[in-house]
């Protein structure tokens, strides 16, 4: 029965991987408010003049921003939209010539998960013991790696945030939110830790009992 519920528990965990690593995980939009926009216009503007034109120069763009209503302007512009999965930012660090950083992203977030679950799968199947054995150790191997994907999407969401705020200063109101690959990733490392648990569970128990005389 348990090793029926851990193969249940491993097909499940994959198919909560595939949309995680799939759909995306983390949306970050960026604003400007529109006064602050047309303050920095007329800054840029006025300190790429000379220093004995720039105090006049001031004084009448302040003047015709006056009289255009443009200094009570309200609201926002979104100067940044963004939204990736782990294999979106993968392609995206590999296109930008960081390959090892995409390479080691990928391994530790798709190819070594799959790895481990389909092992998992194979464990629990009628095997002959040593090939079990085998697997069993191949697991607990990778196994030392298995809060990498965790980490990984913790990099992914600090290096998101780190490219919106980039070369835009304070002028740059950002907001984050969580996609559905994000909740879908996470339920996949609860059903993972699970079924590591029922397998170990399962092959101690076939590997003690005894058949009966």
């Known amino acids: ?39 920095a216009g007329v800054t840029m503007f006025t300190e790429s003049l000379s220093e004995d034109n720039r105090s006049n120069a001031r004084s009448m763009l302040d003047m015709a921003v006056s009289m255009l209503g443009f200094d009570n302007i309200e609201g926002e512009v979104e100067v940044f939209y963004k939204t990736r999965s782990i294999v979106d930012t993968v ?61 990984v999407v913790a990099l992914i969401i600090v290096y998101m945030a780190g490219n919106a705020s980039a070369g835009m200063g304070e002028l740059l109101t950002t907001t984050a939110h969580f996609e559905i690959g994000f909740y879908y990733f996470s339920a996949y490392c609860v059903f993972s830790i699970a079924s590591h648990w029922l397998m170990a569970s399962s092959v101690n128990k076939r590997h003690t009992s005894k058949p009966s005389s």
């Not at 528990?9 to 995680?20: D, F, T, Y």
């Not at 464990?123 to 090939?131: A, C, D, M």
């Open 1 to 39: 029965m348990k090793s029926l519920l851990s193969i249940v528990v491993i097909i499940l965990s994959l198919a909560l991987l595939i949309p995680g690593v799939t759909q995306p995980i983390l949306t970050i939009q960026g604003s400007i408010e529109k006064s602050e926009l047309v303050e």
């Open 91 to 151: 392609n995206e660090l590999y296109q930008s010539n960081n390959i090892l950083v995409a390479a080691l992203v990928g391994l530790f977030s798709i190819v070594f998960p799959a790895i481990k679950l389909l092992t998992m799968l194979m464990v629990n199947l009628p095997i002959f013991k040593p090939l079990q054995y085998g697997l069993m150790r191949f697991i607990g191997a990778i196994g030392k790696w298995s809060m990498a994907d965790v980490f």
